[in-house]
Each structure stands twice: as C-alpha cells, then as structure tokens.
C-alpha cells in the first residue's frame, strides 16, 4: 500500500487541479490527494510559506526547538564519582552550564557486567548551546575542542570530582544538534486541515519521545482515512489543532526528554547538589 522513494527531497509543494503535485529541484516527484509533514524546523517552513497553508504554516512556525551539544565519549573503565563509581544509567544535571543530560549507554544496554569500554552520551544546556552555536554541519575544529573540553568540565564538576581527575575519554565526538528538543507544545495528536488537506505529525505534538512519534502517526493516518472515506462532506469537522495555542513544556532544561509520560523516580545525591539521579 506504500510506496517509498529513497533518497528524493522534496522542494516545492504545488496545488493543483485538487491534487499536491510534488517536486524535487524542479524534477516531478508524483501527485497526491494529501500531504503529511513529518518535519520541523527551518525545512518544513521553507516548504510551507509558498504551500497556500496559512494555518498549516502558522502552527509549524510557532514551535520553538532548542539547540544542543551532544558529545559522545568512551572510557576504559568506570567513571568515578566522589564516594565511589557511577552505578546509575542516566542522569538530569544542575547546576551547571555546559552539561544538562548524561547517560551511560553501555550501563543501559550491558548491565553492570560489560567489560569492555563504557560509553557515554552527554548533552550540553540549552543555554550552552546557544551561547555556541555554529553551522552543524561545518563546525570549526577550534569550536568543536573548546566544547568538548567544557563538557568534560562539566561532567567532571557534575560527579563531585577534583578538578582535572576525570579520565581522560579513548574516542570522542561532539555535534551540534542545530534542531533539538522542542519547549513548547499544542499538546495534540496530530494538526489536520481538511481544506488543504495537509497534516502535522510528529513527537513534538505530544511529547519527546520514539512513542510520542509513534502515537502521532498513526493518530494522524487514521484521521486522514476517515476524512478521506467522507468524500469531504463537511471539512470543518475534520480540522484539528489549526487554531491551539503551544504551551511550553514543564521539564528540564532541555525540555521534555525522557520524562514524557512516565512517572521517574528522581532522588538527590548526599554530597552532589549540583545534579539529580534519573534512574
């Protein structure tokens, strides 16, 4: 029932004769009776400020994302902490600028009897990726080091270490994540405006997360399909979210992320007030 064309970026959206003629670079690309964007971001408000969706454009352009740093670094051993080593999986930090977000991935994914390397993901403040941002996709090398250092920086403060005890990481790599997590929310399923029948999905409607993704998805395809079975017998009620109003969204720093929907245990640790444990 679907048919997939990799790779193709679509450009240009054109109504047409009650059809979405799509085009990339000027190259046809097929036509259709709707149109999904499953995007955010500078791309998807390009496609839509020529769409002829004001309201489509208008709700896409109020979400607000973040721009993070996110350094992935590997250690021989187990990272240290004040009173002994880090036994958690992931981590909420505070208290300090550069690092808002760590997670040990091997812990995640071997439990406490992985032997080998013990690989890290760490996310810099929103604030912080702000303060040094570049184009993510030619980041200077002096920008990447400087970035790389204070995380680490961070890291090490965030465990309560001794300035400079940190282990020094055996691979690193730092990136920008131009787009990141959004700080504002409509809170919905999905958008649908079933005149120009074009929808909005995504994880950002409902929270930041691979279910959220998934949720608005599939909410989306079946409200399509019932517009779409109607014939467009009365459009106006098939109008989702066309005119609500995006709330911010109450989290961390960097947003929603891996709080949505569940119920965390977060405790604080006796000698570290700077950060708190997400287990």
Same mark, same amino acid.
């Given at each position: 029932?679907?048919?997939?064309?990799?790779?193709?970026?679509?450009?240009?959206?054109?109504?047409?004769?009650?059809?979405?003629?799509?085009?990339?670079?000027?190259?046809?690309?097929?036509?259709?009776?709707?149109?999904?964007?499953?995007?955010?971001?500078?791309?998807?408000?390009?496609?839509?400020?020529?769409?002829?969706?004001?309201?489509? *454009?208008?709700?896409? @352009?109020?979400?607000? &994302?973040?721009?993070?740093? $996110?350094? +992935?670094?590997?250690?021989?051993?187990? %990272? =240290?902490?004040?009173?002994?080593?880090?036994?958690?999986?992931?981590?909420?930090?505070?208290?300090?600028?550069?690092?808002?977000?760590?997670?040990?991935?091997?812990?995640?994914?071997?439990?406490?009897?992985?032997?080998?390397?013990?690989?890290?993901?760490?996310?810099?403040?929103?604030?912080?990726?702000?303060?040094?941002?570049?184009?993510?996709?030619?980041?200077?090398?002096?920008? *990447?080091?400087?970035? @790389?250092?204070?995380? &680490?920086?961070?890291?090490? $403060?965030? +465990?309560?270490?001794?300035?400079?005890? %940190? =282990?020094?990481?055996?691979?690193?790599?730092?990136?920008?994540?131009?787009?990141?997590?959004?700080?504002?929310?409509?809170?919905?399923?999905?958008?649908?405006?079933?005149?120009?029948?074009?929808?909005?999905?995504?994880?950002?409607?409902?929270?930041?997360?691979?279910?959220?993704?998934?949720?608005?998805?599939?909410?989306?395809?079946?409200?399509?399909?019932?517009?779409?079975?109607?014939?467009?017998?009365?459009?106006?009620?098939?109008?989702?979210?066309?005119?609500?109003?995006?709330?911010?969204?109450?989290?961390?720093?960097?947003?929603?992320?891996?709080?949505?929907?569940?119920?965390?245990?977060?405790?604080?640790?006796?000698?570290?007030?700077?950060?708190?444990?997400?287990?």
């Amino acid at each position: 029932m679907v048919n997939v064309v990799r790779p193709c970026w679509i450009s240009k959206l054109e109504p047409f004769n009650g059809m979405w003629h799509l085009s990339e670079n000027g190259k046809p690309r097929g036509e259709f009776d709707a149109i999904v964007i499953a995007h955010n971001g500078k791309c998807a408000n390009r496609l839509l400020a020529s769409s002829g969706l004001p309201l489509i *454009a208008r709700q896409m @352009k109020r979400l607000d &994302l973040s721009s993070i740093w $996110a350094l +992935l670094a590997a250690f021989e051993h187990h %990272l =240290p902490m004040g009173d002994g080593n880090v036994t958690f999986q992931g981590a909420f930090v505070k208290g300090v600028d550069s690092v808002s977000w760590m997670a040990n991935n091997s812990l995640k994914l071997l439990g406490s009897q992985g032997n080998g390397p013990h690989c890290w993901t760490f996310f810099s403040t929103a604030a912080y990726g702000k303060q040094n941002k570049v184009p993510q996709e030619n980041i200077p090398s002096q920008t *990447a080091e400087k970035v @790389k250092t204070s995380m &680490l920086e961070g890291v090490e $403060a965030a +465990l309560g270490l001794p300035k400079g005890s %940190l =282990p020094r990481p055996i691979y690193s790599r730092v990136q920008l994540w131009g787009a990141a997590l959004p700080t504002n929310t409509p809170g919905i399923p999905c958008i649908f405006d079933p005149h120009g029948r074009a929808g909005i999905c995504g994880d950002w409607l409902l929270g930041s997360n691979l279910e959220s993704a998934a949720l608005s998805g599939m909410a989306l395809a079946n409200h399509i399909a019932d517009y779409l079975q109607s014939d467009g017998a009365c459009p106006e009620e098939f109008a989702v979210g066309l005119e609500k109003e995006f709330e911010a969204i109450e989290g961390h720093d960097i947003g929603q992320f891996a709080l949505a929907g569940v119920e965390s245990s977060l405790k604080q640790h006796n000698e570290m007030s700077a950060f708190q444990l997400a287990t």
